[in-house]
């Protein structure tokens, strides 16, 4: 990153959720956790993708409003802070459309459709060729959130990164057009620590899947996960020596334990043998438990007032258009889009 | 159409131009002098699509720019009166794209590569597989740009009659998803009177052409044109027999001559022969300039202060506003985007 050097820009992050679900150990791990810390030396914008998630949500339009709140009290209680994090909501935010718009003739239909990551989402969602058009141009409506903040920094998973790559695209070819840097160029932040694997072991933790922790889970609940949680399938009496191998409670204790050498003892003795499950997994529901105890009650704290989550939402999303405002205002002038 | 029925809503015309250039005879024919007629019996809108026009203008974005006053010379210079149509900028109506973004996910991309219309004007401009996305998409603008002002009646070519449909289409899966009918369907308006051929005899008169007669054409200009309007090529000599099939002329002189006796025997004499097309070329000169004349004059008159024509622009975009703000309203909170 050239971000320390004086011509640089100041280091601006965009990140942000669908609101289509409550978030889970899997968002901690692969973002949650990474922006408390961001906000402490980072201008970070995190953005509740509303309209985005319509996308694939619009036979279901209620979950989206409903999880908006749902989401904020989840970006809340692990520590973000809406005096060092401008949280936004992405609807309320219109100019973010408008880019997206103008973004759409910098983009040819054959670039989006060699897009992987709009390639495997399509293949996920199983859209074939009846995939809503909103699906096959999200790069530009993605390019829209990060240029319109003029974010420099996009955590993202691997996969993500031909995002990135195109959102660039867009930004070289916009400053082309208005012969002059109005757009910055972004850099994918590809976190150390990958994707958590759902409970069950299956690569993805989603609420689909129903094989997630949710941060708000109470008590009983993550224990009753912990016990549903995959180990080795080898491993039938405690004497038997034990795989880590995709061993879900390991592969949780190595993301959340902080005693590493305590863990690294721990292995060594499933592996030997004679050491039982459950007494792995306590040591996981005890971390858990310690985790997320916090988590919940700060989450049920800011649950007592959604008027004042709503106006922590209201705040972040004035203080973000005003940035997205500037910028449109600037692409606008650039293409001649500018009269009165 | 059932616009006069208890029922039925209010009809209201949307119309407009992309601006790219000074506009000909042919758009008079295919639609101005229909809108200085619409404007007496319904609610007009009449739209400067500057934004679409980027289009496939991203490399000469001031040409839209400059051809944005131009544009609206014209209309005022044939008679759409401001009172009593409402004219309107496309780009300074930001709830239009934010329109276009929502319909984007009411429509797939399978559908819109079977637009016949989008199909003939990726050929025509020779996009193939490289069309901007906003080319692709841009059936889902055009539904904006209508629905936003609840237009009932929208003047197109047959050529363009699928865009209505696809509009419509549209109009049914939003209203369905909404759960009400929140959008208003529309229908084509085709005028009786089709397509002027260019100068040239070409099927489309059009600036790229160079076969056009501009509206404010000065008085050499339409006489140099006239002369250069094709007729019969077998029509050698003032005896000959001459034809009207795809004799310039002849078509402009359909168009245009109120006397239509008068018209019928210089047909019947062209025909049989003994009438020189200098003739014919004299009479579609004269009604040429006695249409043009006033309308130059008062072209000249408003663009002596393009500051008068700026300020009709911006009040004309301000009213427009309002009703397309208040459609996207209405489309917001159906859509579960509304929380403040």
């Known amino acids: 990153m050239s971000s320390q050097s004086n011509t640089a820009p100041a280091p601006v992050i965009l990140t942000g959720d669908r609101p289509t679900g409550p978030l889970h150990l899997g968002h901690f791990v692969g973002s949650l956790r990474n922006r408390v810390v961001y906000q402490d030396s980072y201008r970070q914008f995190v953005m509740l993708a509303d309209a985005q998630a319509l996308t694939d949500n619009m036979e279901d339009i209620g979950k989206v409003h409903r999880n908006v709140v749902e ?23 219109p100019e973010l459309a408008e880019l997206t718009f103008y973004y759409l003739n910098l983009v040819t239909v054959a670039r989006l459709e060699r897009n992987p990551t709009v390639k495997e989402e399509i293949r996920h969602r199983g859209f074939e060729r009846d995939i809503p058009a909103g699906f096959l141009t999200y790069p530009a409506s993605q390019a829209a959130d990060i240029t319109a903040f003029k974010a420099t920094l996009v955590p993202v998973g691997e996969d993500q990164i031909p995002m990135i790559e195109q959102t660039n695209e867009i930004v070289r070819r916009f400053n082309r057009v208005a012969q002059r840097d109005i757009l910055v160029e972004a850099k994918a932040l590809v976190p150390e620590v990958g994707r958590l694997p ?27 996960a912990v016990k549903q949680v995959y180990t080795d399938p080898l491993h039938l009496r405690v004497s038997d020596p034990g795989h880590l191998e995709g061993n879900v409670a390991f592969l949780y204790l190595d993301a959340f334990d902080p005693d590493k050498e305590g863990l690294q003892a721990l292995k060594d003795h499933y592996v030997r043998g004679g050491l039982g499950d459950s007494v792995v997994k306590k040591r996981l529901e005890g971390i858990l438990q ?51």
Chains 1, 2 share one sequence.
């Open 71 to 93: 989401v904020a009290l989840d970006y809340l209680a692990v520590g973000i802070d809406p005096a060092r994090t401008t949280i936004l909501i992405q609807s309320q935010i």
């Open 290 to 340: 310690d985790l997320l105890g916090p988590i919940r009650a700060r989450r049920e704290e800011f649950a007592k007032d959604k008027g004042q989550v709503m106006q922590i939402l209201k705040e972040g999303t004035a203080k973000a258009r005003e940035v997205a405002a500037q910028t449109t205002d600037e692409v606008r002038k650039a293409l001649g889009l500018s009269y009165f």
């Open 198 to 224: 759902g409970i069950d072991g299956k690569a993805k933790m989603s609420k689909s899947l129903g094989n997630t922790i949710n941060l708000g889970a109470s008590a009983a609940e993550i224990s009753a």
